[in-house]
């Protein structure tokens, strides 16, 4: 299959710091690919940079293709025709993308206006459909509300329901259920996992939670340091882990162990992005780091769609298979 | 339970809110939300008791009132057999020694013009615990507890990342040689690795030390690998509490199966097979305002029947001390 959307050698530089430096993944129709990393990894502007929503100081390089154009370098009037139409974002803090002034009504209709042309009551009719979309009951009444009048939960579907009033293609998730109680962060989850199989759409779930990823999504690029560590299949992934950051990762969440065992969790912290390691970003706090990490590891094929930028990969492999 | 350090029996406090214009007018008494309704759970000395529940539990709410930062409507708090709640004077610092409370933003609850050497020195002076000319020493020690470099002494908390910061307060609580440390969501803000690092501390200060903890968190995995034993709170109330091997191996109360179910896993399914779209919980938690008749659970339970809309479960008690309020466990 295609590729909806291909990414390439996707830089990101503000002032000396690089914090997204070559990072390349594909995205499929109605594939759900889960980026997962910690803070400073970079996995929030790189889903940004897709829809040019960085700050000004940032510059971009690379290709970001979509329909057979290259995003990058594109001017904001291009990107602004395409933006909640084909390709929607929903971000974390739903309180702080909408309009605390304006009833969730006008906000949806306001939507439908701009991407399909809707008004009037064909619009009205519209925007209840999609709150009964995104599982919020007593949609027509609702849509009176004002964005304080929900809890943490229902303002992100409204925030879901404004994304999909455009009919997108493509949902870019950034941290969406961050914020939100577990039971209700498993609604959000789940509620994404249906409208991709209903509306056959695709989405970049942005994550610091591997669990999360397990759970729903097929694919999943792990980053660190602004770096694509490795990707491929989640099942091959948390099966097989071929690279030591991943296995690191894996390792640090208390599940697979039993209780009260300290855990093997990867010592010191991130690089800062002014200052990254030279070769492996990861390897000064690789426990399995040889001389040859002090040059970049390039990303290659460890299996099937499964690809890791660890020189060590057979190694962590090794160790991956020896119980905690 | 003659090891409890702390009993706390039958817990309240409610919270007035502050009420619009056509409330006031239409009369009657001001809402209130009632954070704790009745929770009593004790901890021995050298356990981890963790609580667990989603915002507006009233999780937090305990953990403040067992240190006083929050008075009590009613109920008692018994700690080494003096009741908290009367202590005055040179009682109550001692209470506030053998105490400390850990908060979840470490940067919030650091001095930021003092040194980590000021801070942890003023702990020992304010307490009067180790003389003067020794104080140096001690604090070279605390650091070296917590993993901390010793030159970290001479530096400003906002030189320090998240996870340091973290260990900073530690030391600092750590400094009074309390035996109960109340940790309100300490690893929630900080990334996996360094969470993981921050578990491993507080494992082994807990072994060697022999403190007590009050382990506060939504996160169930945390919890898990963390606790000796766990309280479920529920819209003010404790609806299952007893040793984590049982309340997570064998869960009886239906919302701890509900949040069970609902927390993420390392699994993924098999390739082929596809991911679950049906969630564990319907529903939101009701508004604390109005929390619902009989089991408050009752709305959003998919076990529901007509008794639970109207009667209080009772506590039903199980070997092992694990205990759950639910009808359904009547019968059994």
Redesign the interface.
Same mark, same amino acid.
């Given at each position: 299959m295609s590729a909806l959307l291909s990414v390439q050698d996707l830089a990101i530089r503000i002032g000396a710091a690089t914090p997204v430096d070559g990072v390349s993944f594909d995205v499929s129709e109605a594939e759900m690919l889960g980026i997962v990393g910690?803070?400073g990894s970079g996995k929030s502007l790189t889903l940004r940079a897709i829809l040019k929503l960085l700050p000004r100081q940032a510059a971009v390089s690379g290709r970001i293709e979509w329909a057979g154009k290259n995003l990058v370098g594109q001017s904001e009037g291009a990107i602004r025709k395409l933006r909640g139409r084909q390709i929607a974002m929903v971000f974390q803090e739903p309180m702080t993308a909408l309009d605390p002034v304006l009833t969730i009504g006008l906000q949806i209709t306001e939507s439908l206006r701009e991407h399909l042309g809707l008004r009037g009551q064909a619009a009205d009719r519209r925007a209840v459909e999609l709150l009964d979309l995104v599982g919020i009951p007593d949609a027509r009444r609702r849509l009176q509300n004002y964005p304080h009048e929900f809890?943490g939960?229902?303002r992100q579907r409204v925030m879901i329901a404004i994304a999909l009033a455009g009919e997108p293609k493509l949902l870019l998730a950034d941290e969406p259920t961050t914020a939100l109680?577990?039971?209700?962060?498993?609604?959000i989850l789940?509620?994404l996992?249906?409208l991709r199989?209903e509306l056959h759409m695709s989405v970049i779930l942005v994550t610091?939670?591997?669990?999360?990823? $397990?759970?729903?999504c097929e694919r999943v690029a792990v980053l660190y340091a602004g770096r694509i560590m490795e990707t491929g *299949?989640?099942?091959d992934i948390?099966r097989k882990p071929a690279h030591a950051y991943t296995l690191?990762?894996?390792?640090?969440? *208390?599940?697979?162990?039993q $209780? #009260?065992q *300290?855990? #093997?969790?990867?010592?010191g $912290? *991130?690089p800062d992005p002014g200052r990254m390691p030279p070769g492996c970003r990861f390897a000064p706090r690789c426990s399995l780091a040889v001389t040859e990490c002090a040059v970049p590891p390039p990303l290659v094929s460890v299996g099937d769609g499964h690809r890791s930028a660890c020189i060590r990969a057979d190694a962590v492999r090794v160790a991956s298979q020896v119980p905690a | 339970m003659s090891g409890a350090l702390l009993v706390a029996d039958d817990l309240e406090r409610g919270f007035r809110v502050r009420r619009g214009l056509g409330s006031a007018l239409r009369g009657g008494p001001p809402p209130m939300v009632r954070a704790l309704n009745g929770v009593s759970l004790h901890i021995e000395r050298g356990e981890t008791l963790a609580v667990v529940g989603? !915002?507006g539990c009233g999780k937090s709410t305990l953990a403040r009132a067992l240190v006083r930062l929050i008075a009590l409507d009613a109920g008692q708090i018994m700690f080494d057999g003096d009741d908290v709640r009367t202590l005055r004077g040179e009682a109550l610092r001692r209470y506030n020694r053998r105490v400390q409370m850990i908060f979840q933003d470490p940067y919030g609850s650091l001095n930021p013009r003092m040194t980590v050497g000021q801070m942890l020195e003023e702990a020992l002076r304010v307490h009067r615990l180790v003389p003067p000319a020794d104080r140096p020493a001690r604090v070279a020690e605390l650091l070296s507890l917590v993993r901390l470099p010793a030159d970290a002494a001479h530096r400003q908390p906002h030189e320090f !990342?998240g996870?340091q910061r973290q260990r900073i307060a530690i030391a600092r609580a750590l400094s009074v040689q309390p035996e109960l440390l109340i940790a309100d969501e300490i690893v929630s803000a900080l990334?996996? !690795?360094?969470?993981?690092?921050i578990?491993?501390l507080l494992?082994?200060l807990q072994e060697r030390l022999g403190l007590a903890i009050l382990f506060v968190s939504?996160d169930?995995?945390?919890v898990?690998?963390?606790?000796h034993r766990v309280a479920v709170m529920y819209l003010g109330r404790v609806v299952e509490l007893g040793p984590?091997?049982q309340v997570f191996d064998a869960p009886r109360h239906p919302y701890t199966q509900?949040?069970l179910?609902?927390?993420?896993?390392?699994?993924?399914?098999?390739?082929g097979t596809h991911?679950?779209?049906?969630?564990?919980?319907?529903g939101?938690?009701p508004s604390p305002l109005a929390i619902p008749s009989g089991c408050p659970f009752h709305p959003r339970c998919p076990a529901a029947f007509d008794r639970c809309t109207r009667e209080v479960p009772r506590i039903h008690m199980s070997p092992g001390g694990h205990l759950a309020t639910c009808h359904l466990l009547d019968g059994l």
């Amino acid at each position: 299959m295609s590729a909806l959307l291909s990414v390439q050698d996707l830089a990101i530089r503000i002032g000396a710091a690089t914090p997204v430096d070559g990072v390349s993944f594909d995205v499929s129709e109605a594939e759900m690919l889960g980026i997962v990393g910690e803070s400073g990894s970079g996995k929030s502007l790189t889903l940004r940079a897709i829809l040019k929503l960085l700050p000004r100081q940032a510059a971009v390089s690379g290709r970001i293709e979509w329909a057979g154009k290259n995003l990058v370098g594109q001017s904001e009037g291009a990107i602004r025709k395409l933006r909640g139409r084909q390709i929607a974002m929903v971000f974390q803090e739903p309180m702080t993308a909408l309009d605390p002034v304006l009833t969730i009504g006008l906000q949806i209709t306001e939507s439908l206006r701009e991407h399909l042309g809707l008004r009037g009551q064909a619009a009205d009719r519209r925007a209840v459909e999609l709150l009964d979309l995104v599982g919020i009951p007593d949609a027509r009444r609702r849509l009176q509300n004002y964005p304080h009048e929900f809890s943490g939960g229902m303002r992100q579907r409204v925030m879901i329901a404004i994304a999909l009033a455009g009919e997108p293609k493509l949902l870019l998730a950034d941290e969406p259920t961050t914020a939100l109680d577990v039971t209700i962060q498993d609604q959000i989850l789940k509620l994404l996992l249906r409208l991709r199989d209903e509306l056959h759409m695709s989405v970049i779930l942005v994550t610091h939670d591997l669990g999360i990823v $397990a759970g729903t999504c097929e694919r999943v690029a792990v980053l660190y340091a602004g770096r694509i560590m490795e990707t491929g *299949p989640v099942y091959d992934i948390f099966r097989k882990p071929a690279h030591a950051y991943t296995l690191g990762l894996m390792r640090s969440v *208390p599940e697979q162990l039993q $209780a #009260r065992q *300290p855990l #093997r969790s990867i010592p010191g $912290a *991130p690089p800062d992005p002014g200052r990254m390691p030279p070769g492996c970003r990861f390897a000064p706090r690789c426990s399995l780091a040889v001389t040859e990490c002090a040059v970049p590891p390039p990303l290659v094929s460890v299996g099937d769609g499964h690809r890791s930028a660890c020189i060590r990969a057979d190694a962590v492999r090794v160790a991956s298979q020896v119980p905690a | 339970m003659s090891g409890a350090l702390l009993v706390a029996d039958d817990l309240e406090r409610g919270f007035r809110v502050r009420r619009g214009l056509g409330s006031a007018l239409r009369g009657g008494p001001p809402p209130m939300v009632r954070a704790l309704n009745g929770v009593s759970l004790h901890i021995e000395r050298g356990e981890t008791l963790a609580v667990v529940g989603e !915002s507006g539990c009233g999780k937090s709410t305990l953990a403040r009132a067992l240190v006083r930062l929050i008075a009590l409507d009613a109920g008692q708090i018994m700690f080494d057999g003096d009741d908290v709640r009367t202590l005055r004077g040179e009682a109550l610092r001692r209470y506030n020694r053998r105490v400390q409370m850990i908060f979840q933003d470490p940067y919030g609850s650091l001095n930021p013009r003092m040194t980590v050497g000021q801070m942890l020195e003023e702990a020992l002076r304010v307490h009067r615990l180790v003389p003067p000319a020794d104080r140096p020493a001690r604090v070279a020690e605390l650091l070296s507890l917590v993993r901390l470099p010793a030159d970290a002494a001479h530096r400003q908390p906002h030189e320090f !990342s998240g996870g340091q910061r973290q260990r900073i307060a530690i030391a600092r609580a750590l400094s009074v040689q309390p035996e109960l440390l109340i940790a309100d969501e300490i690893v929630s803000a900080l990334d996996v !690795s360094v969470q993981a690092q921050i578990l491993n501390l507080l494992l082994d200060l807990q072994e060697r030390l022999g403190l007590a903890i009050l382990f506060v968190s939504h996160d169930l995995r945390v919890v898990r690998h963390l606790a000796h034993r766990v309280a479920v709170m529920y819209l003010g109330r404790v609806v299952e509490l007893g040793p984590a091997a049982q309340v997570f191996d064998a869960p009886r109360h239906p919302y701890t199966q509900a949040l069970l179910r609902a927390a993420p896993t390392m699994q993924p399914p098999e390739p082929g097979t596809h991911a679950v779209i049906k969630a564990a919980l319907a529903g939101e938690l009701p508004s604390p305002l109005a929390i619902p008749s009989g089991c408050p659970f009752h709305p959003r339970c998919p076990a529901a029947f007509d008794r639970c809309t109207r009667e209080v479960p009772r506590i039903h008690m199980s070997p092992g001390g694990h205990l759950a309020t639910c009808h359904l466990l009547d019968g059994l």
